[in-house]
């Protein structure tokens, strides 16, 4: 089965930047949705930004701060995030949704295993 495997999360003062990278164990032929949730600790998990179709949505808590883009030739997705605020602390989680490879074809939701951020002094 095709897995989404996160990188990049880590140890970031309020104001710096961090490069999240999603990466597909196989080539992707044709993806639903992609993109980025987070979980804090006794919170719910919360849209981040997603790609629906060519069409982007982004939390309102990170728009214009957070930037998602795909790398088609690395069948990867990013989330470039700036300017980060403690309360960008949490787990996030790459998703993605009715996945078609090569070889696989998965009608539903997809899920990484998440990659820590904090974001603190």
């Known amino acids: 089965q095709v897995q989404l495997v996160e990188s990049g999360g880590g140890l970031v003062q309020p104001g710096g930047s961090l490069r999240l990278s999603c990466a597909a164990s196989?080539?992707?032929?044709?993806?639903?949705?992609v993109g980025w949730y987070r979980q804090a600790p006794g919170k719910q998990r919360e849209l981040v930004a997603l790609?629906?179709?060519?069409?982007?949505k982004y939390g309102d808590s990170v728009k214009d701060r957070f930037t998602i883009s795909r790398d088609y030739a690395k069948n990867t997705v990013s989330l470039q995030m700036n300017s980060l605020k403690p309360e960008d602390t949490a787990v996030y989680y790459c998703?993605?949704?009715?996945?078609?490879?090569?070889?696989?074809?998965?009608?539903?939701?997809?899920w990484g295993q998440g990659t820590q951020v904090t974001v603190s002094s």
């Open positions: 998703y993605a949704n009715d996945v078609i490879t090569i070889t696989t074809i998965l009608s539903g939701d997809l």
């Open positions: 790609l629906t179709r060519g069409l982007t």
């Open positions: 196989k080539t992707i032929v044709s993806i639903a949705s």
